[in-house]
């Protein structure tokens, strides 16, 4: 089971930061937050993940909170092909233990 | 390119047919992975392999059976296909490397659909 609590849906502006929530309040200390993304009808795509730092990479910033107790993904000028299912997952950092998906949030982002 | 390809995009065959789906990555990766995506959208990890070497077996009927010919190749042959197997299968890769869990790629899917 996924350890993780996403809004269903959200919609953005297109331009506008997309903020995508997180709740991982039962994260030990081990693991890491991992974000993918899947557009419609592809396979899911590697966004970004960090332990307990803020990250960020060509396509998005994580941001976590000091307890570790959630996170936000942050798309800062969302554009239409940013539409897509978005996973927060947590993880170990090491070992077999695969990627578990929940049901994630649909971010719609809107002309 | 470098990528993780899975063959055929587009299955469709009738029931109690036997069908294998093939996926190949040249990222270098060690490990590669089946996962299924069923009508409802939920992603499910089916089995794992590493460096050949089987080690993730998801409660999966035994019609399912991977095979890892090297550690760039991973085939999932399913028999006497069931209605119920109908959904989008994913097939993905990732570096273990010394234990550290990276990012996985994911090949664009197979479709099966059984009639």
């Known amino acids: 089971d996924a350890k993780t609590t996403q809004p269903p849906s959200m919609d953005c502006a297109e331009g506008r930061a997309a903020n995508l929530p997180c709740n991982h309040s039962t994260i030990s200390g081990n693991e890491y937050v991992y974000w993918y993304r899947q557009i419609h009808s592809q396979g899911p795509q590697y966004i970004i993940h960090?332990?307990?730092n803020n990250e960020t990479n060509e396509m998005a910033s994580l941001i976590i909170t000091e307890d570790r107790k959630s996170s936000t993904l942050i798309l800062p000028h969302a554009t239409l092909r940013d539409t897509a299912v978005y996973y927060c997952i947590v993880r170990l950092s090491s070992g077999n233990t695969p990627l578990v998906f929940g049901k994630g949030t649909r971010l719609s982002v809107i002309a | 390119d470098t990528a993780v390809s899975q063959t055929p995009k587009y299955l469709v065959t009738q029931m109690g047919n036997d069908k294998s789906i093939k996926c190949e990555q040249n990222l270098g990766h060690d490990t590669m992975y089946w996962y299924k995506q069923d009508s409802k959208k939920f992603l499910k990890i089916m089995f794992s392999y590493n460096n050949k070497e089987l080690i993730i077996n998801e409660t999966v009927p035994n019609r399912f059976s991977p095979k890892s010919p090297d550690k760039a190749h991973l085939n999932l042959h399913i028999n006497s296909l069931e209605l119920g197997d109908s959904a989008v299968y994913f097939c993905?890769?990732?570096?273990?490397?010394?234990?550290?869990?990276?990012?996985?790629?994911f090949g664009s899917g197979t479709r099966l659909t059984v009639v």
């Open positions: 993905a890769s990732s570096l273990r490397g010394t234990g550290v869990n990276y990012g996985y790629t």
């Open positions: 960090g332990l307990k």
